[in-house]
DNA sequence: TAGATTGTTAATCGATTAACAATC
DNA sequence: TAGATTGTTAATCGATTAACAATC
């Protein structure tokens, strides 16, 4: 406890710790967009799939946020672990590659809104698409653009939305540009400098892992 | 290795071992497209971000799967662990909700069909998509069709790629047909019996993750 | 043979769980 | 006060890691 309380510290946290938070989070604001003003250990847990004492732990390891025979105030928390994660009051921009049906899901999408991530940028390399308006104010532009506008935009993460065929090349430049995260959604197995985060959605295995339990 | 050794038995996996085995074979699954034949505990750590000790751990608790020196065979760790997770040979059906732009996404793409999971049904409540071709073969139902095509098609898992303000409702429709995987794309938190489970993707959840670790 | 990588052990670390006093 | 839920401890279980002989 003593140490945990260095939060605002330099001290990273153990990777479980950081990726529970990330979670809790995220229902948290969707708890918040329903109208709930309290939110219980108990009830973290149905939406998490993470054990109550372990949410519980983890939240007092830094400071006291919950209420005994209550639960834990929303909109609190959600400050709370926004300080913790350092994400409180900063926006991150995000390059988007490929404007095909996927694409233009994600761009219109408030997934990544709620939690400070904008798409500054839309990129394809068909010429019908460049210049469409994904969403207002947001227009696809030429891949050939991409270096300038990343540097530009201050763009720290790119997200993959293009066909496996194209996706190795797409990470190359990215990371070619100085991004270090990369948001995988095609099937491509991504080759990468050690530097550089990968991350590949993939909603085959999570269905994998529930059928086994409904088989078993 | 005695008791794992009763890998084909009635015995459930642990959590954590049937959750890294479905990650294995996704990058298995992608290796063999990419035309490799053998690959290391190494290199499926890179890829599933899974430590190389502990993958060769969960494989040899079913037996001796790897050459020493070369690693394992693509297509026979496939096969094991198809096996093992009961998905070989078995095809599992799959009713998608919502033919907006991230419907039809889905239901183009190849992300489920790899591992015997099969789009047979797709539903919305809007008459001008109604009849639409998502697919060479599939079209567009109506929503009050959808109990009675669950139950003719043997529907096993639903995925949601409804708004979030009718994603309660559907999760209510499809309990009561006796569905018991949800696979939700909204960002709606749903309440279902326990006997139910539910994965919601969370994109965001993991670039909070990554991010933390980039900004630290 | 030389190099690489598995299979396996042992030691450490983190997660899970039950239990319960504190307290709202 | 009664009921609910946190904060915290202790015991167990599973994951991680380093190390290395076996062997391809």
Redesign the pocket.
């Known amino acids: 406890?003593i140490e945990r309380a260095a939060q605002g510290s330099r001290e990273r946290l153990?990777l479980?710790?950081a990726a529970r938070l990330s979670r809790y989070l995220q229902v948290l604001t969707q708890a918040k967009k329903m109208g709930r003003s309290t939110i219980?250990?108990?009830e973290l847990a149905e939406y998490t799939h993470?054990?109550?004492?372990?949410i519980?732990?983890d939240?007092?390891g830094f400071g006291?946020?919950?209420?005994?025979?209550?639960?834990?105030n929303v909109d609190a928390l959600v400050s709370q672990i926004r300080k913790i994660l350092r994400t409180a009051g900063r926006r991150h921009n995000i390059a988007l590659f490929g404007a095909g049906r996927l694409g233009q899901a994600i761009a219109g999408s408030e997934i990544f809104a709620d939690h400070g991530f904008r798409v500054v940028a839309v990129f394809d390399v068909d010429p019908d698409k460049i210049g469409m308006e994904v969403r207002p104010g947001l227009r696809v532009q030429p891949y050939a653009e991409m270096r300038r506008v990343i540097e530009e935009e201050g763009v720290v993460v790119g997200v993959l939305a293009v066909p496996s065929s194209v996706a190795q090349q797409v990470a190359d430049d990215l990371v070619a540009a100085g991004v270090r995260i990369i948001f995988n959604y095609s099937e491509a197995l991504l080759q990468v400098p050690p530097e550089v985060t990968v991350h590949t959605s993939s909603p085959a295995v999570d269905l994998l892992y529930a059928l086994y339990f409904y088989l078993t």
């Open positions: 406890m153990p479980g710790v219980s250990s108990q993470v054990n109550p004492t372990q519980r732990r939240l007092s006291k946020f919950g209420k005994r025979g209550v639960g834990y």
